[in-house]
């Protein structure tokens, strides 16, 4: 098993998406990046510990590769604006892929400067060594399937979800 870290807004939508796909054993949301050590959600929310909200993924290699988690990464959000992802705004709900080996970098680098080609905005999405991951508190875990009825829910995760089912059906459980 591998493990993938991203950041790319909300980390109920990482968390959603990443969790259809064949391959992925775990995804556990959480936060990264920043200088406050243990972060609570409502730190985080406020904007000044440094912080992206990000989902932690384990994937089997031999079933899912890191480049599929990347296309799926850059097809579900937007990696050009800038600290931002609908109406989440902040520097905690930024576009970024914290890698965790020198293969990973070198994949994250070469995918970002490849996938230039299909945006016309420059991408503004970061790779950076992963320091420490901190798990979100126990309530955003598996956000989606325990809060369906949500209105965050159905108005952001749902039409995504739908997006992401149609695009990668090959790539689904």
């Not at 995760?157 to 990668?168: H, Q």
Request: one cysteine or more; glycine letters at 6%; a negative charge.
């Amino acid at each position: 098993m591998e493990t993938a870290v991203f950041g790319a807004g909300c980390s109920w939508c990482v968390e959603a998406v990443f969790q259809n796909l064949k391959g992925v054993s775990s995804v556990l949301p959480g936060y990264a990046g920043g200088h406050v050590a243990n972060p609570t959600y409502e730190q985080v929310s406020n904007g000044n510990t440094g912080h992206a909200e990000v989902a932690k993924i384990e994937f089997d290699p031999q079933v899912i590769k890191f480049t599929d988690l990347l296309n799926v990464l850059f097809a579900t959000h937007d990696p050009t604006t800038m600290n931002r992802q609908g109406n989440d705004v902040g520097d905690q709900y930024r576009s970024v892929i914290f890698y965790l080996s020198e293969e990973q970098k070198s994949q994250a680098e070469g995918f970002i400067k490849n996938a230039q080609k299909e945006f016309t905005s420059p991408i503004v999405t970061q790779a950076q060594p992963l320091d420490k991951f901190y798990p979100a508190e126990n309530y955003h875990q598996n956000y989606y399937i325990n809060n369906p009825g949500n209105p965050y829910c159905q108005l952001v995760i749902d039409p995504k979800l739908t997006k992401f089912r149609k695009k990668f059906n090959h790539l689904l459980k």
